[in-house]
């Protein structure tokens, strides 16, 4: 089945920088790779996504890149803001099963 | 919320009995997850529906029951309630499934204490 790993675990960045989170897959049917935002207590939300069929999209300071060659994609916050404080979650779903497959998680601290 | 609730809200149990989670949804959607949430693995699928008495397993079903009698409930059952289910569990719906991609909404949680 799918695995989905997600580096790093912990991020702490200065407020105003940028971060970046990184995920791989291992399935190539995977086509459709959300990210989920869980703040503190909550639960997790989508706060974008790529389809296969497209190498990048962005919504004002966020934007996800994918790589279907090395089975990759990665999540770019800039300018970053206090509310961005959150764990990160990346997934990758594919069609012929319905699953959504998460990654484990990244912590993100912005540091003031 | 998205239509979607999940009872009970906290619950701590002892080891050995029997537990029933619940997920109720609002919206008709056919795809329910069931998710358990631990510190350092993520959110790690247990079982999902894909419509009234279809279920399949994820990624860790051992331990845990499903059901689906009706669109707007899906059940998570332990069948004998062990120390390791401790966890907070969180049930999503969404339209429709896996790689045709859309938003997936999720329930408030449930933690679930085992002693």
């Known amino acids: 089945g799918e695995n989905v790993e997600q580096h790093p675990s912990t991020l702490s960045v200065q407020e105003g920088d940028s971060a970046v989170i990184k995920c791989t897959y291992s399935?190539?049917?995977?086509?459709?790779f959300p990210w989920y935002k869980q703040e503190l207590g909550k639960r997790p939300q989508l706060i974008i996504d790529i389809r296969s069929n497209v190498g990048e999209k962005k919504d004002q300071r966020i934007a996800v890149t994918l790589n279907k060659t090395a089975k990759h994609f990665s999540l770019h916050i800039t300018e970053t803001q206090p509310e961005d404080s959150a764990v990160y979650f990346c997934?990758?779903?594919?069609?012929?099963?319905?699953?959504?497959?998460f990654g484990k998680g990244t912590r993100l601290h912005i540091l003031p | 919320d998205a239509g979607i609730t999940q009872s009970p809200r906290h619950k701590v149990t002892e080891t050995g009995t029997p537990v029933t989670l619940r997920c109720h949804q609002t919206?008709?959607?056919?795809?329910m997850y069931w998710y358990r949430q631990d510190p350092g693995h993520g959110l790690r699928l247990i079982h999902y529906s894909y419509g009234v008495k279809d279920t399949d397993k994820g990624e860790v079903s051992d331990g845990y029951s499903v059901s689906r009698s009706k669109t707007e409930d899906f059940l998570l059952t332990l069948e004998s309630a062990t120390s390791s289910q401790t966890s907070v569990y969180f049930c999503?719906?969404?339209?429709?499934?896996?790689?045709?991609?859309?938003?997936?909404?999720f329930g408030q949680g449930t933690r679930l204490t085992v002693v």
């Open positions: 999503a719906i969404s339209t429709l499934g896996g790689g045709y991609g859309t938003e997936a909404f």
């Open positions: 919206e008709n959607h056919r795809y």
């Open positions: 997934a990758a779903t594919m069609n012929r099963d319905d699953k959504i497959i």
């Open positions: 399935d190539s049917a995977s086509n459709y």
